[in-house]
C-alpha cells in the first residue's frame, strides 16, 4: 500500500527510508487509517531487533513515514539463495525475531505479518523486524479489515485463516513457520491457489522439519511444531516461554525439556447407580439362589470323581499350568521373532551421493545419518567417502541400523602466497599456513641476501590443490663468478651452443642469414663480442650462415605440338600465300622474358630446350608463348617447384 524511497536527511547527515502512501489510496480514509496506525504501533516501540521510526506525517495528500534504513538482505532473499540453514544459525534468528516480539506484545501489539519478507538480516548478522503496517492493538485484535484477509497466507495462523481472533500466539505460529522455512528451505504448506494453502493451515498437520532435514536437533524439531501447534491452547505462551527453549536448545540441541500440553478430551464414561424397589432385589436375590442349587445338582461325573480324589486334583492342576505356560512361552517366542529385525547385508555406499545413499537404504530399510564431509582430492563433492560400519561381503546387519557416511566436500583450493624476499624459513612456514609443501633449491645470488628467497615458481595468487609442491629458490650468497665470452664465429651452431655452456655462459636464440661468401651452417656473428667479461650465466644470442639450396629445372618447348605444323600445297606449280612456316618462341618466369627464339620451324620435331633456376622452398610461375604472323598465337601456363626435375610444353 506505500512505496519506500531511499532519502538523506541533510539535518543529521544521514540516510534513512521513506515509506509513502499510494496516491490511489491516499482518497481512501480506511487505508489512511492503517498507515496511520502502522506509524503509531511501530513508533510506540524501542528495540534493537525492531526497525526504527523517525517521524511521521503529511503535507496535503501526501502521508509519510521516516524510518532507519537497514543495510543488508531479507530473510527471504538468504533463503532463497542459500537453501535450508545452519539450525544454530536459525535458532539465533528466531530468537531476536522472539525478542522483538515480546516488546511488541507486552505494548499490546500483534504483528500479524510475521514472515521472512519482513525481517531484514544486517551486515552485522542482526534481525530487524518491519513492516508493522496490519498491526493493531489486542484490544481491537481481528483478522478481517475492510472484508478481505490481512497477511501472507503461507505464514499466517489457523485462526488468522478462518477471519477468527488473533492475539500474541498468532504471532508465535508465524514465527514457528519461519523456524521451520529456516532449517528445511521450503514452507510447511504448499499448493496452487492461497485458499488451498489456508485450508491445510487449518486441518492438516505438517511434515515434522526433522523428515525434511536430518540433520535438525530433536528440541528445535520439537519447539517449532510446539509453535505450530493449531490449537492456540498447545502452543507457547508467550514469547518469552518460547525464547528460553530456544536458549536451551543451543546448549542442548537433544534435549526432551520442550513440554507439550494435552488436548482435554471428552469426560470418560462414569458408572451410574441404578435405583430400584425392594421387591425388585428380592427376585433377583430368588432367582440368584435357584441358579446355585441347580448348578450342583448338574454336576457332572468327573467332578465328584476329583471332589472324592483330592491328589489327582492337584496333579491335573499342575498339568493345565504347565500347559499354560508352554504356551503362553510359545506365543511369546512367536511374538519376538515376528518382531525382531531382520538381518541384510550391508550395502556399499562409497562414490554415492546421499540421496541414492538414502534411496538404497531405503530398500534394505535401514538409515543414513551424515556424521560430517570432509576434502577429498579422490572422491566427487558431494559424495561418500567413507560408512560407518564399513562394507564387507557377507556381513550383514539389522534393519533400522544406522549408517554413518562421510560426505565429500572436493578437492580442497588453497591460493599460492608471495614468499619471494621472505627469510628460507618464513617462506616454509607460509606456505604450510597455506596447507602447501616447499621444494627448496639453492642458486647463487649477486643481488639477494643469503637464506633469502629469490624467485618461486608458482605465481603468487595461483589457485592449486592443497598439499601441492611449491619450488622456492634460496640465496646462497657466494655470488656470481665473471667469465670471458669466447669466439664462435666460424664454429657450426652445435659447436656454438657447446662452447657456450662449457664458457658457464647461456645460450638465448640462433638467428639465421645468407651469406654466399661463407660456407653454409657456420656461425656468421655472436650478441657479445669475443674476449669481453660477463658475469656467469649471463644469454648469447648467435646468428648463422643458412644458405638456401637451388637447382636448374629444364623446361623443354614442343613447337610443332602446339602449333600443329603446317603442310605444304600438293600441287607444285600451286604457292600458298596463306601458310606461315615459321614461328616465334617466348618464355617467360614470373612475369619477366627469360628465353626468346625467332623462325623456329612449326614442323621440326627438335624440342626447344632451356632451363630456370629455382631454390628450396620456392614456387616460380611459368607463360609460354608462341606467334606467327598470320595465325595469331598459342599460350601456355604452368607452376614449377624445387621439386621438379624438368617440364615439357606440348
Not at 500500500?1 to 547527515?13: D, E, G, P, R, S
Not at 530487524?128 to 484490544?139: H, L, P, R, Y
Not at 595461483?462 to 646462497?476: F, H, L, N, P, R
Request: proline share 3%; with cysteine.
Amino acid at each position: 500500500m506505500a512505496t519506500v524511497y531511499k532519502a538523506k536527511c541533510h539535518v543529521l547527515n544521514r540516510y534513512v527510508a521513506v515509506k509513502v502512501l499510494r496516491d490511489e489510496f491516499t482518497t481512501d480514509t480506511e487505508f489512511i487509517k492503517r498507515f496511520e496506525a502502522e506509524a503509531q504501533s511501530a513508533a510506540s516501540l524501542t528495540h534493537p531487533n525492531i526497525v526504527s521510526i523517525y517521524d511521521v506525517g503529511n503535507e496535503g495528500d501526501l502521508y509519510y513515514i521516516v524510518m532507519e534504513l537497514i543495510q543488508g538482505k531479507t530473510l527471504k532473499e538468504i533463503i532463497n539463495e542459500e537453501g535450508a540453514l545452519p539450525w544454530k544459525w536459525s535458532v539465533n534468528i528466531a530468537m531476536q525475531i522472539a525478542s522483538a516480539l515480546e516488546t511488541a506484545h507486552k505494548n499490546n501489539i500483534v504483528h500479524r505479518d510475521i514472515k521472512p519478507h519482513n525481517i531484514i538480516i544486517t551486515e552485522d548478522g542482526i534481525a530487524k523486524v518491519t513492516d508493522f503496517g496490519i498491526a493493531k492493538a489486542v484490544s481491537n485484535s481481528t483478522i478481517t479489515a475492510f472484508g478481505t484477509t490481512i497477511g501472507s497466507v503461507h505464514y499466517f495462523s489457523p485462526e488468522h485463516a478462518r477471519g477468527g481472533y488473533t492475539d500474541a500466539k498468532s504471532d508465535l505460529y508465524s514465527l514457528g513457520v519461519v523456524m521451520y522455512e529456516m532449517v528445511t528451505g521450503k514452507v510447511p504448506f504448499d499448493a496452487d491457489t492461497p485458499v488451498s494453502i489456508a485450508l491445510k493451515h487449518m486441518q492438516e498437520k505438517p511434515v515434522e522439519p526433522i523428515k525434511v532435514n536430518p540433520a535438525v536437533p530433536f528440541a528445535v524439531n520439537k519447539i517449532i511444531m510446539k509453535a505450530m501447534q493449531k490449537d492456540t491452547n498447545l502452543r507457547y505462551s508467550s514469547a518469552t516461554e518460547m525464547m528460553r527453549d530456544l536458549s536451551l536448545a543451543l546448549k542442548n540441541p537433544d534435549g526432551d525439556f520442550v513440554l507439550t500440553k494435552d488436548r482435554q478430551g471428552d469426560m470418560p464414561t462414569q458408572k451410574i447407580p441404578t435405583v430400584m424397589d425392594r421387591s425388585m432385589e428380592d427376585r433377583i436375590k430368588e432367582k440368584d439362589e435357584e441358579m446355585q442349587k441347580s448348578s450342583k445338582k448338574k454336576k457332572s461325573k468327573i467332578g465328584q470323581y476329583f471332589e472324592r480324589h483330592k491328589i489327582q486334583r492337584v496333579f491335573l492342576i499342575l498339568l493345565i499350568c504347565c500347559v499354560i505356560f508352554f504356551a503362553a512361552l510359545f506365543i511369546t517366542l512367536g511374538i519376538l521373532k515376528a518382531n525382531t529385525p531382520k538381518e541384510v547385508q550391508i550395502p556399499n555406499l562409497a562414490n554415492m551421493t546421499e540421496e541414492q545413499a538414502r534411496e538404497e537404504a531405503e530398500k534394505l530399510k535401514v538409515e543414513i545419518e551424515v556424521a560430517g564431509e570432509e576434502y577429498n582430492k579422490d572422491v566427487e563433492a558431494g559424495k561418500i567417502i567413507s560408512q560407518d560400519p564399513e562394507y564387507k561381503e557377507n556381513y550383514n546387519i539389522k534393519e533400522k541400523s544406522v549408517i554413518k557416511v562421510t560426505i565429500s566436500k572436493g578437492t580442497k583450493m588453497t591460493t599460492v602466497p608471495k614468499v619471494v624476499g621472505m627469510t628460507k624459513e618464513d617462506a616454509i612456514q607460509e606456505l604450510k599456513n597455506r596447507e602447501l609443501e616447499a621444494e627448496v633449491i639453492e642458486e647463487t645470488s649477486a643481488k639477494v641476501e643469503e637464506n633469502y628467497i629469490i624467485k618461486q615458481e608458482t605465481p603468487e595468487d595461483t589457485e592449486i590443490e592443497a598439499g601441492s609442491t611449491v619450488k622456492i629458490y634460496v640465496s646462497i650468497g657466494r655470488g656470481i663468478e665473471e667469465v670471458t665470452v669466447p669466439t664462435l664465429i666460424g664454429k657450426t651452431e652445435e659447436e656454438a651452443k657447446t662452447e657456450i655452456a662449457n664458457n658457464k655462459l647461456t645460450y638465448t636464440t640462433t638467428n639465421y642469414k645468407e651469406d654466399t661468401t661463407k660456407d653454409d651452417g657456420v656461425v656468421l656473428e655472436q650478441s657479445i663480442e669475443p674476449g669481453k667479461t660477463v658475469d656467469e650465466g649471463t644469454g648469447i644470442t648467435i646468428t648463422v650462415n643458412r644458405i638456401t639450396k637451388s637447382k636448374d629445372v629444364k623446361i623443354s618447348i614442343n613447337v610443332n605440338k602446339i602449333t600443329r605444323g603446317y603442310k605444304e600445297p600438293t600441287n607444285a606449280n600451286t604457292v600458298n600465300t596463306d601458310i606461315e612456316k615459321n614461328a616465334n618462341v617466348q618464355l617467360l618466369v614470373d612475369g619477366k622474358a627469360v628465353y626468346t627464339q625467332s623462325g623456329v620451324d612449326k614442323n621440326s620435331k627438335t624440342l626447344l630446350t632451356t632451363s630456370v633456376s629455382i631454390k628450396e622452398n620456392e614456387t616460380k610461375e611459368l607463360a609460354l608463348r608462341i606467334t606467327d604472323s598470320k595465325n595469331g598465337d598459342w599460350t601456355r601456363t604452368t607452376t614449377i617447384s624445387y621439386n621438379n626435375d624438368e617440364y615439357t610444353f606440348e
